[in-house]
């Protein structure tokens, strides 16, 4: 009989100059932290995770499948941003390492910046200013309009689209909006069966749908021509969904009054790297470096949530809003002692785990089990383990991918 591993405290790594709150989460946990400012690389990065079972890290930092693969302590990864691209998830996944984004922590970022965007293009304010920093004093309330009783087409209606039809709602324009998906209509939102349908009818389009691939240019010449006239278009979703080209030609044209525009199809890698792109000097045209989401409050939001889910991983098991594994969340039963065993998703796999823990004479507490593609993952509160020989046999089970205890 082997004796009980002696707990070591959790180790996390958070690169990148995550927003401090991250680290006093952990602190507060017991877990010790180590900070870097900057983005780690291959063999850097693997080195850094000796020893770390939690690795933060936003949108800079490769986590590669060499990474993963090398970095054997590594059970966590967060990035405190909204994407995961940086993340090799299948490799992720199949070593049974969780990942976790903040899926909706800069939402109400973008909602205020929309909201900012449409008032000011509704008010033609950036024509208004650019004019007085001329010297010239263009009094006039020609093409200015209250927003009260225009009509909001909002394209997408998922987490900011549904919180920009409350607000907007409560500046009293009329929102209708078009998805994919069915959408509870908030408020006095009318859904509309069609993009065309709210094409039509909108004084303001906005687009807030996802990066699928299949949303590549989905707003092009024949959407802007269905657009009504002296209408106002937005877009603070993704880039390659917009043919610039179509935009610009609209704008020339007198056709749209104005618009707004956060993300493009190429954004420059760094701040000394010139912005090109065919909608500069466009009068009542505001554009803006990808900063819908960029505010203080939103980056303390992401490392608040995401510190959040990690500590819940580590210390509990806990992944609901895994980017990767299936979601399982259990109440721990007091005084126990919790397995955590990440396995091939295959039948019988729950059978055989009891199995060895009532071989072992241990009385299972509480346990739940979750299936996601190929993984599974089952979650067991025992009596408290007085030797390590349980987690052995689980361990050698040929299902077993991952295993740890939590005492
Ligand atoms: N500008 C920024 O800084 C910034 C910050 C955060 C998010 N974003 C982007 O904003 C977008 C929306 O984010 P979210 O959190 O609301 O996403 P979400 O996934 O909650 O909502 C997207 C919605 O769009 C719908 N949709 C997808 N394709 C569609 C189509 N072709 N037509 C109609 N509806 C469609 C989906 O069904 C979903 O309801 C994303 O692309 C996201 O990357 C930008």
């Given at each position: 009989?082997?004796?009980?591993?002696?707990?070591?405290?959790?180790?996390?790594?958070?690169?990148?100059?995550?927003?401090?709150?991250?680290?006093?989460?952990?602190?507060?946990?017991?877990?010790?932290?180590?900070?870097?400012?900057?983005?780690?690389?291959?063999?850097?990065?693997?080195?850094?995770?000796?020893?770390?079972?939690?690795?933060?890290?936003?949108?800079?930092?490769?986590?590669?499948?060499?990474?993963?693969?090398?970095?054997?302590?590594?059970?966590?990864?967060?990035?405190?941003?909204?994407?995961?691209?940086?993340?090799?998830?299948?490799?992720?996944?199949?070593?049974?390492?969780?990942?976790?984004?903040?899926?909706?922590?800069?939402?109400?970022?973008?909602?205020?910046?929309?909201?900012?965007?449409?008032?000011?293009?509704?008010r033609r304010l950036t024509v208004q200013d650019d004019a007085m920093h001329a010297g010239r004093w263009q009094k006039s309330a020609k093409g200015s309009h209250e927003l009260r009783g225009r009509r909001l087409g909002i394209v997408g209606y998922g987490n900011i689209g549904t919180q920009l039809s409350v607000l907007a709602e409560a500046l009293g324009m009329h929102v209708r909006f078009y998805d994919t998906a069915d959408r509870l209509a908030l408020g006095n939102a009318r859904r509309c069966r069609s993009l065309e349908e709210l094409l039509a009818d909108s004084d303001v389009v906005t687009l807030h749908v996802d990066g699928r691939a299949g949303n590549a240019s989905l707003f092009g010449e024949e959407q802007f021509a269905r657009m009504k006239p002296g209408s106002i278009f937005l877009n603070l979703s993704r880039g390659f969904v917009v043919d610039h080209h179509a935009l610009r030609a609209h704008i020339e044209s007198g056709h749209l009054a104005g618009a707004a525009v956060d993300v493009f199809p190429q954004e420059p890698k760094s701040p000394g790297e010139e912005f090109v792109s065919e909608l500069r000097g466009l009068p009542n045209v505001i554009l803006t470096p990808h900063v819908g989401g960029s505010t203080e409050e939103a980056q303390q939001d992401i490392g608040n949530f995401v510190a959040g889910k990690l500590r819940d991983y580590a210390a509990e098991g806990n992944t609901s809003l895994s980017v990767n594994l299936p979601p399982v969340s259990l109440p721990r039963a007091l005084g126990t002692t919790r397995v955590l065993l990440l396995h091939t998703n295959t039948p019988g796999v729950l059978a055989t785990v009891n199995g060895v823990l009532a071989d072992h004479g241990l009385n299972i507490e509480g346990q739940l089990l979750g299936t996601r593609g190929s993984m599974g993952y089952v979650v067991t509160d025992v009596a408290a383990l007085d030797s390590d020989d349980v987690v052995d046999a689980l361990r050698a089970l040929p299902e077993t991918v991952r295993l740890w205890v939590l005492r």
């Open positions: 009989m082997t004796t009980p591993h002696t707990v070591e405290p959790l180790r996390a790594l958070l690169l990148e100059a995550i927003h401090p709150v991250a680290a006093e989460r952990f602190a507060a946990a017991g877990i010790e932290v180590e900070q870097v400012g900057r983005a780690l690389e291959g063999e850097d990065l693997v080195s850094s995770l000796k020893g770390v079972q939690v690795l933060g890290v936003r949108s800079g930092t490769q986590v590669t499948a060499d990474v993963l693969a090398a970095a054997t302590d590594l059970r966590v990864v967060g990035a405190f941003c909204i994407g995961t691209n940086q993340i090799n998830l299948p490799t992720a996944t199949r070593n049974g390492v969780a990942v976790f984004n903040a899926p909706f922590s800069n939402t109400r970022s973008v909602v205020e910046l929309a909201v900012s965007e449409i008032i000011a293009l509704t």
